[in-house]
T-cell receptor
Framework: DTEVTQTPKHLVMGMTNKKSLKCEQHMGHRAMYWYKQKAKKPPELMFVYSYEKLSINESVPSRFSPECPNSSLLNLHLHALQPEDSALYLC????????????FGSGTRLTVV | DAKTTQPNSMESNEEEPVHLPCNHSTISGTDYIHWYRQLPSQGPEYVIHGLTSNVNNRMASLAIAEDRKSSTLILHRATLRDAAVYYCILSVPTDSWGKLQFGAGTQVVVTP
């Protein structure tokens, strides 16, 4: 299995809702990442997990809460989002070495209404 | 953090080679040079990466300048499926592995 699977593919949520994005990989990668991508812009790094521990938080607002329950799974919990948080949320994974590339999922298209 | 500079767009004819330049004049000695591409409504796809030496794989070739301040991604024979945004990225070291920070990218248009 050489894929990163993200669910759901599309999500519409209200500003008072709580929802979660899920990311799964079975490649044995011990680093996992969340990126946010607005339309016509490059992806922006949000969080990095290494060996299931949060190692980088790029000053992301607390309404985004990441979780890494095990080495194959990465969640992003969403609460009280704003319409400007509407974007494509991408998950990626990589082996624990910079000598390798990242594998990205196809993303979750989030719309906040 | 080290940044990259790429042209906004490039156009190529089908079955012709495409040379995509990237400047990274502030690169550090331990920064890897990565290339990814992104098709519409999809996640980025790994293309190739390298540190100092030129690299080849089934998708492309990466030519790295001797001073490492620039690099060129070479698609040997462009197809319509190669139309995408191509990102040149430096992998910045953090702990045991790198952090990819995307630049603006180059939109590649392939015409039949």
């Amino acid at each position: 299995d050489t894929e990163v699977t993200q669910t759901p593919k599309h999500l519409v949520m209200g500003m008072t809702n709580k929802k979660s994005l899920k990311c799964e990989q079975h490649m044995g990668h011990r680093a996992m990442y969340w990126y946010k991508q607005k339309a016509k812009k490059p992806p922006e790094l949000m969080f990095v997990y290494s060996y299931e521990k949060l190692s980088i938080n790029e000053s992301v607002p607390s309404r985004f809460s990441p979780e890494c329950p095990n080495s194959s799974l990465l969640n992003l919990h969403l609460h009280a989002l704003q319409p400007e948080d509407s974007a494509l949320y991408l998950c990626a994974s990589s082996p624990p070495s910079r000598a390798y590339g990242y594998t990205f999922g196809s993303g979750t298209r989030l719309t906040v209404v | 953090d080290a940044k990259t500079t790429q042209p906004n767009s490039m156009e190529s004819n089908e079955e012709e080679p495409v040379h995509l330049p990237c400047n990274h004049s502030t690169i550090s000695g331990t920064d890897y040079i990565h290339w990814y591409r992104q098709l519409p409504s999809q996640g980025p796809e790994y293309v190739i990466h390298g540190l100092t030496s030129n690299v080849n794989n089934r998708m492309a070739s990466l030519a790295i300048a001797e001073d490492r301040k620039s690099s060129t991604l070479i698609l040997h024979r462009a197809t319509l499926r190669d139309a995408a945004v191509y990102y040149c990225i430096l992998s910045v070291p953090t702990d045991s592995w790198g952090k990819l920070q995307f630049g603006a990218g180059t939109q590649v248009v392939v015409t039949p």
